[in-house]
């Protein structure tokens, strides 16, 4: 399972990142909203790499944004080979997104943390984090889908009660039965 998880957490993390970059390029010529080179300033702290004041490091900023959004992938992959799939998972996932970002980027001192940013930059994050997240989800969970019913959904099925596929929850299933 893992290694499968490995390969396909990499193809829906990096679709998941294509996705999320035509968004924000399509919402920054709506909105004029500048580049953010806070994904290259992060990556150049983690290694070590000489900053360099006043240049906009475009290469480094990919490196960062399609690497971090792949190897995040990985994680969302597993999450659906374990049985965790739809859009639940999904939006747990975008929770872990937007809470590895923060981490790197206020440990390396490049970010600051959300609650002290303009509401609208907040908003914008959380959209483009959010959209990532579900379309990394959808590619993970079709391509998990492919090998069957993770161990989580066989359990599911082994219960009476529980459902085997998605809708409103029973009364039962809030309390774990």
Same mark, same amino acid.
């Given at each position: 399972?893992?290694?499968?998880? *490995? @390969?396909?957490?990499?193809?829906?993390?990096?679709?998941?990142?294509?996705?999320?970059?035509? =968004?924000?390029? &399509?919402?920054?010529? *709506?909105? #004029?909203?500048?580049?953010?080179?806070?994904?290259?300033?992060?990556?150049? %702290?983690?290694?070590?790499?000489?900053? +360099?004041?006043?240049?906009?490091?475009?290469?480094?900023? @990919?490196?960062?944004?399609?690497?971090?959004?792949?190897?995040?992938?990985?994680?969302? $992959?597993?999450?659906?080979?374990?049985? *965790?799939? #739809?859009?639940?998972?999904?939006?747990?996932?975008?929770?872990? +997104?937007?809470?590895?970002?923060?981490?790197?980027?206020?440990?390396? #001192?490049?970010?600051?943390?959300?609650?002290? @940013?303009?509401?609208?930059?907040? &908003?914008?994050?959380?959209?483009?984090?959010?959209?990532?997240?579900?379309?990394?989800?959808?590619?993970?969970?079709? *391509?998990?889908?492919?090998? #069957?019913? =993770?161990?989580?959904?066989?359990?599911?099925?082994? %219960?009476? =009660?529980? +459902?085997?596929? &998605? =809708?409103?929850? $029973? %009364?039962?299933?809030?309390?774990?039965?």
């Amino acid at each position: 399972m893992m290694k499968r998880a *490995l @390969w396909q957490g990499l193809v829906a993390g990096a679709v998941g990142t294509v996705v999320m970059t035509v =968004g924000e390029k &399509a919402e920054q010529r *709506l909105t #004029g909203r500048p580049d953010s080179y806070v994904p290259a300033r992060t990556l150049e %702290r983690l290694t070590g790499m000489a900053e +360099r004041p006043g240049r906009q490091p475009a290469p480094v900023n @990919w490196a960062m944004h399609f690497g971090q959004g792949a190897l995040l992938g990985v994680l969302r $992959s597993v999450m659906a080979h374990a049985g *965790l799939r #739809g859009p639940l998972p999904s939006a747990m996932f975008a929770v872990v +997104r937007l809470t590895n970002d923060q981490i790197l980027e206020n440990a390396t #001192g490049v970010g600051a943390p959300p609650q002290t @940013w303009p509401r609208s930059e907040l &908003a914008v994050d959380l959209v483009h984090k959010t959209v990532y997240a579900f379309a990394t989800g959808a590619v993970a969970d079709a *391509l998990a889908a492919r090998s #069957g019913p =993770g161990p989580g959904q066989r359990h599911a099925m082994m %219960r009476p =009660g529980r +459902r085997t596929h &998605a =809708g409103p929850p $029973s %009364r039962d299933d809030a309390y774990g039965r």
